[in-house]
């Protein structure tokens, strides 16, 4: 049953992430062609972040109750709707309210298909587990922006929404078909409700590092995805297709070693790892302005990848470790809310920042910020405690 279950939870995540991935390419021109400045190109993705991040801790805390095949469902009908909606946004802030209910249906899949993966997850593999979520993850919206720059030089961006509208819609038949409803006696009730949790968890040294770090590493997503295409048609007039190739690379390279890398988060130090992963996507980040080249942003954005497949399976098995305690649900809904909260943040400051300083600087200054951030985290874990089901303090362990 769990492995029937697993196959049809990535096989649809994989596809709606595809989906979601062809749009990338396309979003902040299309956003642009609309009279978008740099802060409200950040507010078109925090408008996202918010309500994504907002939902998130409730439906991951009501899943650990109801159970979770209705939420993918819903969720996975939303993007598609979204899809389709798209291309008809006529203004700025028709395009903000789209993205706000983007985010209402990233809420019930994200949180919701990493409480999946946390419920079979056997002790000990938790790296492993989530390693191959990630990989499904990345695989969607690696091969995603490939095929959006390519259908947008042939037809135009509105192919590129209406593809994501199609591919959401297969995700979410998918799984009403073929996903079983999952028997309660596999999902562990969390102790507490989401709001005593979420206090929990702040006040957690190791629980409350293990947010910040997912926070941080997180803020870099704004300028390596929204901003991105800018930057390249700033330097050479990039077309889709070229855009789509540096973006794809970092995440398929981030998806071909996550199986190598959940390993590792399994049988080594998961701090010293964290540390190393973060050193390596903090400074790709700064030195991103320095490429100048397409040749060159393909190389870092390799090297993007391969610090983000360190940094994420570790992660996430801290995060399901703990969530034995608090319940995966709850657990992957702030989990995915310090994510949203990343993003949030770098919406806004590398908008500021491209307003006030330039698209350069926004780069440089989210690169010193992660690495301050993710190195307070790391400390924050290794000097905590890890719980678990009986008692709050049982080990250092990181």
């Not at 095929?147 to 009403?176: E, N, P, Q, R």
Request: charged fraction near 10%; charge should be positive.
């Amino acid at each position: 049953m769990n492995r029937q279950i697993l196959a049809i939870l990535l096989l649809s995540v994989m596809t709606a992430l595809f989906g979601v991935g062809i749009i990338i390419p396309v979003m902040p021109v299309f956003a642009v062609s609309l009279g978008a400045s740099g802060f409200t190109l950040g507010l078109i993705i925090a408008a996202f972040s918010i309500s994504r991040g907002i939902l998130q801790p409730i439906v991951g805390g009501v899943s650990d109750r109801w159970g979770r095949k209705w939420f993918l469902v819903t969720g996975l009908l939303v993007y598609a709707l979204v899809g389709m909606l798209l291309p008809e946004a006529g203004t700025v802030s028709g395009l903000i309210l789209i993205r706000a209910f983007h985010g209402v249906g990233s809420a019930m899949i994200v949180p919701v298909a990493m409480a999946y993966v946390g419920d079979m997850a056997p002790l000990g593999q938790e790296g492993r587990y989530m390693g191959m979520l990630n990989i499904a993850i990345f695989l969607g919206i690696g091969g995603g922006p490939l095929f959006g720059g390519f259908f947008t030089d042939l037809w135009g961006m509105a192919s590129a929404f209406h593809a994501m509208a199609l591919l959401s819609c297969t995700a979410m038949l998918l799984v009403f078909v073929k996903m079983p409803v999952m028997e309660s006696g596999t999902r562990r009730q969390p102790p507490h409700g989401v709001f005593n949790a979420l206090v929990r968890m702040v006040s957690s040294r190791r629980s409350g590092g293990i947010l910040l770090a997912r926070m941080a590493t997180m803020i870099i997503m704004v300028p390596t995805m929204a901003f991105l295409p800018l930057l390249m048609n700033q330097w050479f007039a990039a077309t889709a297709l070229q855009i789509g190739m540096v973006i794809a690379c970092r995440t398929l390279v981030n998806a071909l070693l996550q199986t190598p890398c959940g390993r590792m988060a399994d049988r080594y130090d998961k701090v010293l790892l964290l540390r190393s992963g973060c050193l390596l996507v903090s400074g790709v980040i700064c030195l991103v302005p320095l490429a100048g080249s397409f040749t060159g942003l393909l190389i870092l954005f390799v090297l993007l990848g391969t610090g983000e497949a360190v940094i994420w399976p570790v992660l996430g098995a801290l995060a399901t470790q703990d969530g034995r305690y608090y319940g995966q649900g709850t657990m992957m809904g702030v989990f995915s809310l310090a994510m949203s909260s990343g993003i949030f943040l770098g919406a806004l400051g590398a908008g500021l920042s491209m307003d006030y300083l330039g698209l350069t600087w926004s780069f440089i200054n989210v690169g010193v910020v992660v690495l301050i951030l993710t190195m307070t985290a790391a400390h924050l874990i290794r000097t905590g405690h890890r719980v678990d089901n009986t008692r709050e303090s049982v080990t250092n362990e990181g």
